[in-house]
Structure formats: structure tokens, C-alpha cells
């Protein structure tokens, strides 16, 4: 039977693991290396790393640190970072990702993507798509952590990345991340009616039932998360955790 990827999404800030709100207010979590170890023990379906930093300050995810991902994690997983070349693709892939996150830059270059493509295949270029309104302008989609405006709505965007050659896409609510109180359904809805590629829900589960909406109201084919898996119980205290098998039946 089918079951959506559960995929836990970890924001590195200066090696840190670090978790935000509406991508402000930032509080430091944890070892990043130890995060990996505890998801090996709980059988994640796949991990995502996002270094926040490495678009704004104009360099990439370390490499140092995707290797020690590398040889450390036992399931697949994509970093995403300051990617802007060919040889950035290259290197990530030499020192272990399986995918490649972009972001900011698909949308400074939407040609990059079909370089991109062209030359690693569609399955290993993701693009996320960071999502909240602007004033009398709509829902667009954002760059630079959220302080740019694309003049792109998610959905134009969304339409543009796959005509271009992205495997997947992330879907993202700026306003809701951190908050756990449930995802954009119908956000997440509107890309996957707009699109035949993968659609991967980010920004707001709280819970299981929310990764449950995600996937049969939004048509989600992945189901990304961060407070979920790193906060536990009403105060919110850190603890590393994934849902058990039985609790993922959809």
C-alpha cells in the first residue's frame, strides 16, 4: 500500500540546528550529527538540511558537513544552501546527497534548473518554494529567507519549475512554520492539482492529523515537517522524535 515519505527538515545555522517561526526567532536545538543518529534509530523516510544563511551570505552548505551527513546517515537525504553552479551539484553529490535543494537562486536563474536537470537528471533537483502574502498583491513566492518578493505566484512558479526539469517540489508556508498549528492545505492543494511532479508539504504540522490532511485533502506525495520532529509535549521541550509505523497508516 502507498504511504507518503515523512521527512524531517532540519535549518542549519552556523552549523547549528536551529528551528524558527514564520523563518524569524531562531532557537538553537541541537547537534546537527547527533539529530542523524537518532533518525537512523527511528527510521526516517528521508532528511532535508537547509543551511538559512548560505543564499544571504553568498557561499554554500559546507561540504565538510554534508560529508559527515553522508557517512553517518542511513537514509537518503537532500541539503539545500546557496546552490548556484553546475560544480555546487557536483560537489554535494560527491560527498553524499542524494538530492540537491534550490531555492533562491531558481528564481534569480529559472534556466539554471534546466541546466541542472539536463545535466543530473530531474529525480536529484528539487525545488522549495517559500510561500506568504504580500499586500494587496496576493500569496507570492519569496527568496532570501522570506525577505524578497519574486512577483511569482506559487502556482505560475510551481508550472515554470516543472516545465524546466525540477523532480520535485517543496511547497512552504512562511506563515505558518513553526507555529504547528496545521499546513496550508489548500496552498499545498492548489501546486499538486498544478503539476505532475512530486509535491512535498512544509510549514505548520503539528501533529500526525495534520500529515494526514496534507495527504488526502492537499495531495501532498510528501509530507515535510520540523517543529513536529524536534519539539515534544504542550511546552514544547526538545526532543528528536518520528511517528511509529502504525501511527503512518493513511
Known amino acids: 500500500m502507498f504511504r507518503p515519505r515523512v521527512i524531517p527538515v532540519l535549518l542549519l545555522k552556523d552549523l547549528g540546528l536551529v528551528k524558527s517561526k514564520k523563518f524569524k526567532d531562531y532557537q538553537y536545538i541541537?547537534?546537527?550529527?547527533?539529530?542523524?543518529?537518532?533518525?537512523?534509530?527511528?527510521?526516517?523516510?528521508?532528511?532535508?538540511?537547509?543551511?538559512?544563511?548560505?543564499?544571504?551570505?553568498?557561499?554554500?552548505?559546507?561540504?565538510?558537513?554534508?560529508?559527515?551527513?553522508?557517512?553517518?546517515?542511513?537514509?537518503?537525504?537532500?541539503?539545500?544552501?546557496?546552490?548556484?553552479?553546475?560544480?555546487?551539484?557536483?560537489?554535494?553529490?560527491?560527498?553524499?546527497?542524494?538530492?540537491?535543494?534550490?531555492?533562491?537562486?531558481?528564481?534569480?536563474?529559472?534556466?539554471?534548473?534546466?541546466?541542472?536537470?539536463?545535466?543530473?537528471?530531474?529525480?536529484?533537483?528539487?525545488?522549495?518554494?517559500?510561500?506568504?502574502?504580500?499586500?494587496?498583491?496576493?500569496?507570492?513566492?519569496?527568496?532570501?529567507?522570506?525577505?524578497?518578493?519574486?512577483?511569482?505566484?506559487?502556482?505560475?512558479?510551481?508550472?515554470?519549475?516543472?516545465?524546466?526539469?525540477?523532480?520535485?517540489i517543496i511547497i512552504q508556508s512562511i506563515e505558518r512554520d513553526g507555529m504547528m498549528e496545521g499546513y496550508d492545505v489548500d496552498l499545498i492543494k492548489s501546486i499538486s492539482e498544478a503539476v505532475s511532479i512530486p509535491v512535498v508539504a512544509l510549514g505548520g504540522a503539528g501533529n500526525v492529523n495534520d500529515l494526514k490532511k496534507a495527504y488526502k485533502e492537499g495531495f501532498a506525495n510528501g509530507l515535510a515537517a520540523g517543529s513536529l520532529f524536534v519539539y515534544h509535549g504542550a511546552k514544547k521541550g526538545v526532543l528528536i522524535n518520528y511517528p511509529e509505523k502504525d501511527e503512518l497508516t493513511f
Open 30 to 168: 541541537g547537534d546537527p550529527i547527533n539529530a542523524v543518529k537518532i533518525f537512523n534509530d527511528l527510521k526516517a523516510d528521508e532528511l532535508v538540511f537547509l543551511d538559512i544563511l548560505a543564499s544571504k551570505e553568498n557561499r554554500l552548505i559546507s561540504l565538510d558537513f554534508v560529508k559527515d551527513v553522508g557517512e553517518e546517515a542511513n537514509m537518503p537525504f537532500a541539503v539545500g544552501g546557496g546552490v548556484k553552479t553546475i560544480d555546487n551539484i557536483r560537489e554535494l553529490i560527491s560527498v553524499g546527497a542524494e538530492k540537491v535543494v534550490i531555492n533562491s537562486y531558481a528564481v534569480e536563474n529559472p534556466e539554471f534548473i534546466k541546466e541542472a536537470a539536463d545535466t543530473f537528471g530531474s529525480s536529484t533537483i528539487v525545488v522549495c518554494i517559500d510561500v506568504k502574502k504580500k499586500m494587496f498583491k496576493g500569496v507570492q513566492t519569496y527568496t532570501l529567507g522570506g525577505t524578497k518578493s519574486s512577483g511569482y505566484s506559487p502556482v505560475d512558479f510551481a508550472k515554470l519549475m516543472e516545465s524546466k526539469g525540477a523532480g520535485e
